[in-house]
């Protein structure tokens, strides 16, 4: 299925959007949960982000969401 990330920062503005593709599962039953690994671009700035997972089109009716804290780069 196409999906849609969207990196949120600490003002709710997105900074980074994304579309990929993912094989998400059939169903679930209630309170199941299913881990499925997605590789994402991250900002390119260093901080805390708020990132969700939609189908592409639903924006906001997000799959997942979690908070990231994206490091600075090593030196």
Do not use: F, H, K, Q
């Not at 709710?12 to 209630?30: F, K, N």
């Not at 982000?49 to 639903?58: K, N, P, R, S």
Request: hydrophobic content about 50%.
């Amino acid at each position: 299925l196409a999906i849609e990330a969207r990196w949120r920062d600490a003002g709710g503005d997105v900074v980074l959007a994304e579309r990929t593709r993912a094989l998400l599962p059939i169903a679930l039953g209630p309170g199941a949960s299913a881990r499925v690994p997605v590789t994402l671009e991250v900002p390119a700035r260093a901080g805390n982000y708020d990132l969700t997972l939609a189908l592409e089109g639903a924006p906001d009716a997000p799959l997942a969401w979690t908070r990231v804290t994206v490091a600075p780069p090593a030196s």
